[in-house]
């Protein structure tokens, strides 16, 4: 019978400690996890914007904005002498939102006036720059369920009849495939805590729904109207009666 081996010293473990730690330590800071939170509809906020969300004070801000630019999960624009901070990339508005399920974060308070808000936003949101909330799971559910979607070794592959399907809305997959980003990843759904669709065909899919009018931004959050029109069109073409 073999002895088991010498336990892990801590500086090993330290030295081996995985990358996420220093992310979700950068998510972990309540001024940081505020500010993230409110980029969470894919709009670029000012520091002044930012400071008044996260509470604190603008050289604070400015501190927690360094962090989170120089950790890769804020991107700077810059116009004229004005400077606009959001998310770096859908993959960390995925990050955010698997975070907000698994801490049982539902929503950034800010952005909820009583239940009628939370309920919206339950109902039909935008994860970033893809659609999420009952919508965004049930388009996924039913794009799967057609056969438009199969799973794949990292990103779901569609397949010709879902080729086909996309062309009638407006897509040509082939062409949102060639983007330097990730095709049609899962994203876990905070509310739902099942998976909608990332990446640039759920991105491709969110434009193309308000392109048609489908659906409509609302004046603050990320929560959108599902407009009569799209009720119709999630029902005619995902076969999906919407939703409440």
């Known amino acids: ?18 990358y996420f730690a220093g992310v979700a330590a950068l998510m ?45 999960l804020l991107d700077v624009i810059e116009q004229g002498r004005y400077r606009y ?32 808000g939370g309920e919206a ?28 979607l199969h799973p794949g070794a990292t990103d779901f592959q569609v397949s010709r009849r879902g080729h086909e399907f996309l062309t009638g809305l407006g897509i040509d997959a082939a062409s949102v495939a060639r983007q330097r980003r990730g095709f049609a990843r899962p994203c876990l759904d905070w509310s739902e805590r099942r998976p909608h669709l990332a990446g640039a065909l759920g991105a491709a899919l969110g434009d193309r729904c308000f392109e ?14 599902i407009t009569a029109a799209g009720r119709r069109g999630f029902r005619e073409s995902f076969g999906i009666e919407l939703l409440a």
């Not at 019978?1 to 030295?15: F, V, W």
């Open 212 to 225: 048609v009018g489908w659906i409509e931004r609302q004046r603050d959050g990320r929560a959108v109207t």
């Open 28 to 72: 972990g800071d309540p001024a940081r996890a505020n500010i993230l939170a409110a980029l969470m509809d894919g709009r670029a906020l000012t520091a002044k914007e930012l400071a008044l969300i996260a509470g604190v004070s603008a050289p604070t801000t400015s501190g927690h904005l360094a962090k989170l630019v120089d950790g890769g």
């Open 1 to 18: 019978m073999r002895k088991p081996g010498p336990r892990p010293s801590l500086e090993r473990m330290s030295i081996r400690e995985p």
């Open 85 to 116: 901070f959001r998310l770096a990339n859908s993959l960390v508005a995925c990050a955010i939102e698997g975070m907000m399920a698994l801490s049982g974060e539902h929503q950034p308070r800010r952005r909820l006036s009583g239940a009628r």
């Open 121 to 148: 936003l339950r109902l039909a949101r935008t994860c970033y720059d893809h659609l999420a909330g009952k919508l965004g799971v049930a388009v996924m559910d039913r794009l799967l369920a057609q056969g438009h």
